[in-house]
């Protein structure tokens, strides 16, 4: 996938985890078929690029859509090689950003490294650097372009 595309695409996350995605109101608001579902549909496509331009030679993306009452959240997961990875999860959060990311050591790591946190206007920002900043927790050193 294209940057431009990437940017388009962290563009209208940045929009909707802006909005409170949690209720339910029928397909022109936030429900199922509307905004929460289109956030759910764009993270995951976003990320599923992002693997690619990270270089990950394991990769998985998930969704959590949770109920009515939450606007859920997509999570990537990566490793670059044996024990060295990164975690990767969008979400809406007024407290410390939209964007947590870790180091991992392995697949099923969920407790990882100390959580760092990224604000909503690094969506609005530029795909490349948004790239490095997750290269960062690379330890081979080794960074990828982006395509």
């Keep these: 996938?294209?940057?431009?595309?990437?940017?388009?695409?962290?563009?209208?996350?940045?929009?909707?985890?802006?909005?409170?995605?949690?209720?339910?109101?029928?397909?022109?608001?936030?429900?199922?078929?509307?905004?929460?579902?289109?956030?759910?549909?764009?993270?995951?496509?976003?990320?599923?690029?992002?693997?690619?331009?990270?270089?990950?030679?394991?990769?998985?993306i998930y969704d959590m859509p949770g109920g009515i009452a939450v606007n859920g959240e997509i999570v990537m997961m990566g490793m670059w090689s044996a024990g060295n990875g990164i975690y990767v999860m969008l979400h809406q959060d007024d407290f410390t950003g939209c964007i947590m990311y870790r180091r991992i050591r392995h697949m099923q790591d969920y407790k990882g490294d100390r959580n760092r946190h990224l604000s909503r206007r690094v969506l609005l920002g530029s795909y490349d650097e948004l790239l490095e900043r997750f290269l960062e927790l690379r330890e081979d050193g080794k960074y990828a372009s982006a395509a």
């Design 1 to 60: 996938m294209s940057v431009k595309t990437q940017q388009k695409h962290m563009k209208r996350l940045a929009e909707l985890v802006a909005k409170d995605l949690s209720y339910i109101g029928g397909e022109r608001e936030t429900g199922p078929n509307g905004e929460k579902r289109e956030y759910l549909r764009i993270g995951k496509t976003f990320f599923r690029a992002m693997t690619k331009d990270l270089g990950f030679m394991e990769s998985k």
